[in-house]
């Protein structure tokens, strides 16, 4: 795996160098577990001219990253003594070894660290790398990609042994307890984030936290999901009606649902524009007049964060290419009623390749539990 | 409760006065939850001369603070469309009553987001709030400790739970789901911070995150959990031994860090500096010769987050006041052996009130399970 890092780096550094900024400090932990295998916590990753160097902070063996390695090819420099701040470390090095200029991350960086980085070397000039790292990490290669798919069978996993279970009268909190149980259990590192299970008037809310609202007959159950796997996340989002008939209502509205989802899944393609994978079932949605309670995007990209690049929004710009997993997850939330979302975690792939690849294979039907 | 709030604000207000600001941004979410009753997904609170506005993001209903609601008495303002930044509507809105400066949490604030909210209201002078809102949370009122104790009492019982169970044999992983899934059914939110569940080896390292590690006879067991009751987060930690009896090295180690622990916890005293409750448990674990393997600070505060201020470290300047809840949590590991830790949450009273209030109660004798 070394040399995955290590082309990451270059690739890093060949963008840095075309930006006239030879020295980069990458302190956003996805960035950092990207380009160095593993954030322990308060890590930083300081990209030299030739050398690289991962800065610790003083809780090593802490935070989320603890199963995973850093790359062996990289200098490793735990910070002596408690409370250094390891980018301030990193500033006060790159000064040291003469650099010139050092390109930070304005986006994560708080103004006071930034300011102590501008104090400890007043010589450096400090530039901006902005999403530089993020827009590495939106195509992913086959390592990635198959870290992906081992989470979304996990996921699918979980969510088919609690289908299997009875849902009447237990409450949102339980199921969602449940589901990271059943997550781990199957070999997840853990969540990919909060799991979601919304019953009665709280289905079809998007990012809705669980509550103490037990399942009663009749409801719509919608639940949001997803597997953590060696840092990989991804997401699976399904409705399902409790009870032995749906009612006509809700069977309209998971129809429709499922006919925006469909169309967005269907307009992913090397090339498409973002914004037209949105407009294609926000439009399913609008034509049936559901222009409110509808989510602000209609899915995103995944990987080392559960929301990365790209947004698949109204005014989003750029186009997709091969290799970028997509969440397609358009919803309707009727407020007092309920609604219907429907999520799948999807890879990119031309039409040679059969096109999408979807991940989350649990079914789609409108199940009465 | 709405006193609570405006009377929270009206101190805030002061100290901005004093400070020759008359409007604040308040963009970290424990500040704005303090201040405004609840901290909605993206939420920020702006305080102006005065009158004050809760600013939400285009994710209502999502976040953690989805049980919480905001202040009745504050006005709270919906951001219209998505994408927008809170902090920087709010900017423009100062602005346009025609506030001269803004003090903004820089230690919080993005150097992205401060240039964001310089660039939509150029005229106002940005000045820094620094720590000011978590320096008036550092004391707490009856109601907050309250929900500490109910916290404690959660903890206590999903740790008393396990402790009746079968442990040789299972994962850390699971025990920590197990206990998480307890705190729920016992009351909590959800837990106030990752659950840790240590064996054998790991035993004792502070910030372990689990493995699928299993008990064994003989194994030192270490577990730190902590509940969130009504957003208030509180932490206990204990250190037991599997099997019928402890080995004589396990019976010194524990009584020295629960000697340590004793010192720290009867430094605890109105007036008391940070420093010297740090010292004193410190230097009984120093003595006896184990400088290295011990964290880098015995304690910290409690509250709307797991990790306040202050801090009961070397290099920690302040004292201690009444109503403040610390951790005292000193530890020792020895690599490849395992080791002790020993948390509790207290309360500083004066001696006139009996003293330290003990908040988690859970017995300190070396059990073994």
């Known amino acids: 795996m070394s040399e995955v890092y290590a082309a990451r780096r270059a690739r890093l550094r060949e963008h840095c160098n075309a930006g006239g900024t030879a020295t980069a400090l990458v302190t956003r932990p996805a960035n950092v577990r990207y380009l160095a295998g593993a954030a322990p916590q308060g890590a930083v990753l300081l990209l030299g001219p030739e050398d690289d160097l991962l800065l610790c902070g003083d809780a090593p063996g802490g935070g989320r990253d603890h199963d995973a390695r850093p790359d062996e090819a990289l200098r490793v420099h735990p910070l002596p003594g408690a409370g250094g701040d390891p980018a301030v470390a990193a500033a006060d090095l790159a000064a040291a070894d003469g650099a010139e200029s050092l390109a930070v991350e304005e986006h994560h960086l708080t103004v006071t660290r930034h300011r102590a980085i501008a104090s400890v070397a007043p010589r450096l000039r400090l530039d901006d790398l902005a999403g530089t790292v993020e827009q590495l990490r939106v195509v992913k290669d086959e390592e990635e990609i198959s870290c992906l798919r081992i989470g979304a069978e996990i996921a699918d996993q979980a969510l088919s042994e609690l289908l299997e279970s009875i849902l009447v009268g237990r409450t949102e909190r339980h199921l969602a307890l449940e589901l990271e149980r059943r997550l781990v259990d199957h070999g997840a590192d853990g969540p990919a984030f909060a799991t979601s299970v919304a019953t009665g008037p709280n289905a079809g809310r998007r990012l809705h936290r669980p509550t103490d609202r037990r399942v009663e007959e009749g409801d719509f159950l919608s639940v949001c999901l997803g597997a953590a796997y060696r840092g990989y996340r991804c997401e699976i989002g399904r409705t399902f ?57 209609m899915g995103h990209g995944v990987g080392l964060e559960i929301d990365e690049d790209p947004q698949l929004a109204p005014a989003a710009m750029g186009k997709l290419d091969a290799c970028v997993p997509v969440t397609v997850e358009p919803g309707v939330h009727l407020p007092g009623r309920g609604g219907v979302r429907i999520d799948d975690t999807l890879v990119v792939r031309p039409e040679a390749d059969g096109g999408p690849e979807l991940l989350t294979i649990t079914t789609k039907e409108l199940l009465a539990l």
């Open 241 to 297: 009606v409790i009870g032995t008939s749906p009612a006509d209502w809700q069977i309209d509205l998971y129809d429709l649902v499922f006919a925006a989802q469909r169309a967005g899944r269907e307009t992913l393609a090397p090339g498409a524009a973002y914004r037209d994978v949105d407009r294609v079932a926000r439009q399913v949605l609008d034509s049936a007049g559901y222009a409110e309670g509808i989510p602000p995007l």
